[in-house]
């Protein structure tokens, strides 16, 4: 992998976050060969996926299924009003291709089911869990534990969010966790800046992950609480016994 | 021995009448806090889901329904997280 794998109307577009204390023009080159998996498009999905975008990943590929609907609208920073009763992952993904012609986008208009994850995530080198319900962030996690690919959990509640990155096989996975699946709430409160915020630092992982910058945060639960104007990091256990990820060997 | 108890996640606005501090006696231990705040919230009608995440002073420990025994200290904070999701 070489410097010369950019071109110089990439170097330019990218010119102002490749540097001391950002990526290096080798990390760089890496996001730009780099493929990840965000699954879905929603309140954190959406700005995990312009933030990958716009900083050059070279594949996104974005599952969701479902239109984008008016109650959408106080979060999704991809949606707009033109887009209501429309396929939402297709709308946003013209939107992201319209940010950076750069970036290959893929577009999945209906939520993985297992075997499906699986083969996503073999074919991608992370996975941002933004979905709505515990059932899909356990599939996304397994399949990410199976693949040897890491696992970027983001997830919201009225003013709070938590984000959880899992380095399969070294640190503790959702599964560790969440042995029993959690209670689900369908309609659930939200407000848009904490979605916004929760999904830019999954990108934020993502990126120190792809393009080998910074320290990632695995093995932590960061959750920051807005309404209570607290910030924390926890540290995570891991599970020995754990179904999904005890026998995992850690990735090399 | 004071600790100091947060409350987040899931429905963390129907927590704020609970104290932010609880008395124990020297030697208690997690079990033993938990006991005294479901007792608690109890008595408002509040009931914890079993999954919270138990944290105390920043490292894991399991969930209200299945947790590592652990000593407290005085000044620890103890953190009840209620699973968040959302998409």
Known sequence: MLLSDLSGDELARYARQIGPGALSAQGQTRLKHAAALVSRAGGMGGPAALALVMAGIGRLVFAHGGNLDSPDLNRQVLGSEEGLGKPRVVCFSETLRAMNRFVEIEAIDHEPDDDEALALARRVQVVLSCAPTFAERLRLNRAAVEAGVPLIDAAQWGMTGTLIVVDPGRTACLQCLYPVVPEFEEMFPVVGAIS????????LEAIKILAG?????FGRLLLIDGFQGRWSQIELRRDPDCRCCGARKPRQ | MHIRVVFAGRNYDRTQAVPARLE???EATL???LEDLQTLLAGKGIELPQSCLVAVSGVHLGTLRAHQAHPLCDGDELLLL???AGG
């Open chain 2, 82 to 84: 209620a699973p968040v």
């Open chain 2, 31 to 33: 079990e033993d806090a």
């Open chain 1, 213 to 217: 910058s910074g320290t990632p945060n």
């Open chain 1, 196 to 203: 916004m915020a929760v999904g830019s630092l999954a990108a």
């Open chain 2, 24 to 26: 124990l006696p020297d």
